[in-house]
């Protein structure tokens, strides 16, 4: 394996753990709340505490399709006169006597009088209106479900905070629950800066390229609750660039933009950070991803990411991801890794954690995992090809086939794959 080189050893670089946690620590999560409907609410955070307006079920209901009857009634052998039929939405007006049962649905409300449900696979017809039981013994209650036993009218239903998921929508409509109070979505203003930059559709002259990173930034936000702010392309003045970091100062919860923050004569942004903005230069030892800005331009935070794809895509998930949840309100656990045998030799120099872009698979020995094509920062399409990032720790120098590695699944840190 290769010595360390002086491009991939910085003692002053922070750790990924560093720069999380400052980042974490700085954005606090928002507080102005809104309402919407439910229909809207998925994904969305909890303003205001919600109890329950009533009781789920509002009566007692059978659990299945069968026949109610009186407890007593429920012995081996009995013949009972059918009475009537209850459905979901049609009750039967009366009150099951000695004797009697009524044929009932999954979900009717158990008539008056009767005691236990029992299954129809358990009894069988006797004659042209009545049944012969096949079970007995049963308790009062049997196949019954009471009234608020899924939730009782009063009791806490969701505290602030509580993401709004599939269930909770559910648990809300059954209460008859139309709007709620949630927190307001995090605006995210971006843009791209540059010359070269061209538009989809339009075929780039000599030097010039297609506004990639602006897309997939878009893409990467489209998982999350925030309100996409989408400036487009900002030429190279700086002017066009302070114009800009301006509005989205007064506009936006948090701007983030995509190279450009260095210092080369037409890196505008540094300037104007440099000169208008609360922001800090960092170095990280993560690869792809060292340079990050992070700080405040007007009433926003600020995120500056490097400029090349993999780079872009790699931070997102790491630094801002965090950094999007807790603005909304909502928790920002560390991404779950798990353990998987490496199918081939892995170079790597130490000095920087390395997220090398792989596949994760399986074979008959469990999780098994190889790499994804080029490992450069500018290789975007290997992101394509990879389900997942191998993870080699700092000081690591490479691994070997067979060797168990470290795995970061993209499900953790990209919501929609």
């Known amino acids: 394996m290769s010595a360390p080189s002086c491009d991939e050893f910085d003692p002053n670089a922070l750790t990924l753990e560093q720069a999380r946690a400052a980042i974490l620590q ?40 069968g026949y109610a009857l009186r407890a007593d009634d429920a012995v081996i052998g009995r013949e009972l006169k059918l009475a009537g039929t209850a459905a979901a939405g049609h009750l039967w007006d009366g009150t099951v006597e000695p004797g009697q049962c009524v044929r009932i649905l999954t979900g009717a409300v158990v008539p008056d009088g009767a005691e236990v449900v029992i299954m129809q696979e358990q009894t069988e017809r006797s004659g042209e209106s009545g049944i012969r039981l ?12 009471g009234p608020g036993t899924d939730t009782a009218s ?30 307001r979505k995090p605006r995210v203003a971006f843009f791209s800066t ?38 487009g392309v900002i030429r ?9 970091l301006e509005r989205a100062g007064q506009e936006a919860d948090l701007i983030i933009t995509t190279g450009g923050v260095s210092v080369g004569d037409a ?24 340079p990050l800005a992070f700080g405040r331009f007007g009433n926003a935070h600020f995120l500056g990411l490097p400029g090349n794809p993999v780079a872009v895509m790699t931070t ?25 045998r490496l199918l081939e030799d892995l170079k790597k120099t130490p000095g920087r954690k390395d997220f ?20 450069s920062s500018h290789q975007l399409r290997a992101m394509a090809d990879a389900n997942a990032y191998m993870v080699l720790p700092r000081e690591s120098s490479g691994a070997r086939a067979g060797d168990w590695v470290e795995v970061l699944p993209f499900r953790e840190i990209f919501p929609a794959c």
Request: with cysteine.
């Open 154 to 183: 009063g009791t806490a239903l969701f505290a602030p905070g509580q993401l709004i998921g599939a269930a909770e929508i559910g648990v809300l409509a059954s209460q008859g629950i139309a709007e709620l109070r949630v927190l």
């Open 267 to 290: 890196d505008h942004v540094t300037r104007v950070l440099q000169a208008s903005g609360q922001v800090g230069f960092w170095k990280i030892a993560i690869k792809p991803g060292r």
């Open 134 to 145: 096949n079970n007995g013994g049963l308790a009062p209650g049997h196949n019954i479900r």
């Open 356 to 375: 090398q872009r792989a596949c994760l698979e399986t074979d008959e020995r469990g999780w098994v995992v190889r790499t994804a094509g080029g490992q």
């Open 194 to 231: 540059g010359d070269e930059l061209v538009p989809l559709g339009q075929t780039p002259g000599p030097g010039q390229i297609h506004d990639s990173n602006r897309h997939t930034l878009r893409a990467l936000l489209a998982a999350y609750p925030v309100e996409v702010l989408d400036y």
């Open 316 to 340: 997102f998930a790491l630094l801002v991801r965090p950094a999007l949840l807790q603005l909304a309100g909502r928790a920002a656990p560390e991404p779950q890794t798990l353990n998987a």
């Open 236 to 244: 190279d003045s700086e002017d066009a660039v302070r114009a800009a």
């Open 26 to 65: 700085a954005c606090e999560a928002l507080t102005e709340a809104e309402t919407v409907t439910l229909e809207s609410a998925l994904g969305r955070t909890l303003a205001e505490p919600i109890a329950a307006r009533m009781d789920v079920p509002p009566a007692a209901v059978s659990a299945m399709d």
